[in-house]
Structure formats: structure tokens, C-alpha cells
Nanobody, 120 residues
Framework: QVQLVESGGGLVQAGGSLRLSCAAS????????MRWYRQAPGNKRELVAA???????NYVDSVKGRFTISRDNAKNTVYLQMRSLKPEDTAVYYC??????????????WGQGTQVTVSS
């Protein structure tokens, strides 16, 4: 059984910074792409950033230049460094990953989400 656990959310003023972490645990063989999504009230869940096992990065246009995704493969952990936060960044942030475990081939897993609130 694979679990993804996020941490690091909270309340911050506009212009501030937060760092989210997501640690994967279980009988993990390999983790391919790791992603951060977010969902604000009344909105669809959107992909914010992604990082492949080889280090290829992708960002949604609205966070380019402000957010940085990174990973520590030895710790099975992905990070999202968020700077110059804006009220419109307020959302529940979810970790997502494609994980190969002892149970078989790659499957997609979600974390439980962590709230990020940016006050104006």
C-alpha cells in the first residue's frame, strides 16, 4: 500500500512564501512523475507543476517564475516552493504521483491535500 502525505500548508499574507512537502511511503519500487494540483472552491482541480524522474519540469502559466517544484528521490519526496504568493493561489493543494510498488505496475496515487490560504 502506497501513501502520499502532504505538509507545509497554512495561512500567509500576499507576497509571502510557503514550502509544501509530500512524502511517499510503502513498498515503493520507483516513482515516475510527481505532481502538485490545486483546487479552489467552485473551481476544477488544476495541475500546478510536475517533475519527472529525469527532472523534466512543467508549470501552469500562472505560477511560472514564482513556484519551484523539486524532488528528493532518496526520500521519495516532492516539494513545492511557493514565493510571491497571491490571494488567487488560495486552494487545497494535492500531491499526485505515478508509483510502482511491490504489488505491481505503476499506479496513480493522491495525497489528502493541504490548505493554502493567502490573505490580501
Amino acid at each position: 500500500q502506497v501513501q502520499l502525505v502532504e505538509s507545509g500548508g497554512g495561512l500567509v499574507q500576499a507576497g509571502g512564501s510557503l514550502r509544501l512537502s509530500c512524502a511517499a511511503s510503502g513498498s515503493i519500487v520507483s516513482i515516475n512523475v510527481m505532481r502538485w494540483y490545486r483546487q479552489a472552491p467552485g473551481n476544477k482541480r488544476e495541475l500546478v507543476a510536475a517533475i519527472s524522474l529525469g527532472g523534466t519540469l512543467n508549470y501552469v502559466d500562472s505560477v511560472k517564475g514564482r513556484f519551484t517544484i523539486s524532488r528528493d528521490n532518496a526520500k521519495n519526496t516532492v516539494y513545492l516552493q511557493m514565493r510571491s504568493l497571491k490571494p488567487e493561489d488560495t486552494a487545497v493543494y494535492y500531491c499526485n504521483a505515478d508509483v510502482s510498488s511491490a504489488d505491481g505496475p505503476y499506479r496513480n496515487y493522491w495525497g489528502q491535500g493541504t490548505q493554502v490560504t493567502v490573505s490580501s
